[in-house]
C-alpha cells in the first residue's frame, strides 16, 4: 500500500453511537493532521499531530478526539456527535512540520450524522 | 484572521480554453501557498510555491506567486474534460501549523 489511507470510507451513526475514523500514513511521515469538509465551506483544520504529540487544536468540540499511537497512525474518536458534523473527514500527513508543508490527504470518509 | 479568496468560486469553459484560477491570501509568517486539484475523493497535490515570481509547470498547468500582492494564479492551457474538478488553494503560515484553505474554484470543461 502506498499513500494515506483511511477508513470507513463511508460511515453512517445515529447522535447517541460512538465510532473512530482511522488513518495510516506509509510515507514515513513526522506530521499528520485531521480536516473536515463541509459542503460548501473550504477545508477545516481540526487536529495536528507530530511525532505523537498534539501540537495545534483549532477550538472543536470536545465530542471529537484524536489519538496519535505512533507516527503512521491518527483516528479520530466519535461521540454523541450532532447531524451538523456530517462531512468529509480528510487525513491529511506531510514530512515534518515546518520544513515540509507539502501535505498529502487521504480519501477521506464521508461521515453522516442521523 | 487568516484569509484565504479563491476566485471564480465557478467556471464552465469549452475543451481547448485556456483558463486563470485566482488565489489570494491574508496571512501572517506566510511560509508557502499550495495549489490542489479534488475530484471526487481527496485532493491530490499540485504546486508548492515559495518564493515570487518563479513560475511553475507541469505539462499545461502552471502556477506563480506574487508576495507583494499576496495572490497566485494557476493556469492550465488547452483544457481537457479531465481538467474538471474543484481547485483548492491553501496556504502555510500564521499562527496554524496546518493550511488554511480557500473554498475551491470549480471547474467545469465541456467537450
Known amino acids: 500500500e502506498t499513500g494515506v489511507t483511511q477508513t470507513p470510507r463511508h460511515l453512517v451513526m445515529g447522535m447517541t453511537n460512538k465510532k473512530s475514523l482511522k488513518c495510516e500514513q506509509h510515507l514515513g511521515h513526522n506530521a499528520m493532521y485531521w480536516y473536515k469538509q463541509s459542503a460548501k465551506k473550504p477545508l477545516e483544520l481540526m487536529f495536528v499531530y507530530s511525532l505523537e504529540e498534539r501540537v495545534e487544536n483549532n477550538s472543536v468540540p470536545s465530542r471529537f478526539s484524536p489519538e496519535c499511537p505512533n507516527s503512521s497512525h491518527l483516528f479520530l474518536h466519535l461521540h454523541t456527535l450532532q447531524p451538523e458534523d456530517s462531512a468529509l473527514y480528510l487525513c491529511?500527513?506531510?514530512?515534518?512540520?515546518?520544513?515540509?508543508?507539502?501535505?498529502?490527504f487521504g480519501p477521506g470518509t464521508r461521515l453522516t450524522v442521523l | 484572521e487568516d484569509k484565504v479568496v479563491q476566485s471564480p468560486l465557478s467556471l464552465v469553459v469549452h475543451e481547448g480554453d485556456t483558463v486563470t484560477l485566482n488565489c489570494s491570501y491574508e496571512?501572517?509568517?506566510?511560509?508557502?501557498l499550495l495549489w490542489y486539484k479534488q475530484e471526487k475523493k481527496a485532493p491530490t497535490f499540485l504546486f508548492m510555491l515559495?518564493?515570487?515570481?518563479i513560475e511553475k509547470k507541469s505539462g499545461r498547468l502552471s502556477s506563480i506567486l506574487d508576495k507583494k500582492e499576496l495572490f497566485s494564479i494557476l493556469n492550465i492551457t488547452a483544457t481537457q474534460t479531465g481538467d474538471s474538478a474543484v481547485y483548492l488553494c491553501a496556504v502555510a503560515g500564521g499562527g496554524a501549523d496546518g493550511l488554511t484553505f480557500g473554498k475551491g474554484t470549480h471547474l467545469i470543461i465541456q467537450p
Open positions: 496571512v501572517t509568517n506566510f511560509r508557502s
Open positions: 515559495t518564493s515570487s515570481g
Open positions: 491529511a500527513s506531510s514530512q515534518d512540520l515546518r520544513g515540509g508543508d507539502t501535505q498529502y
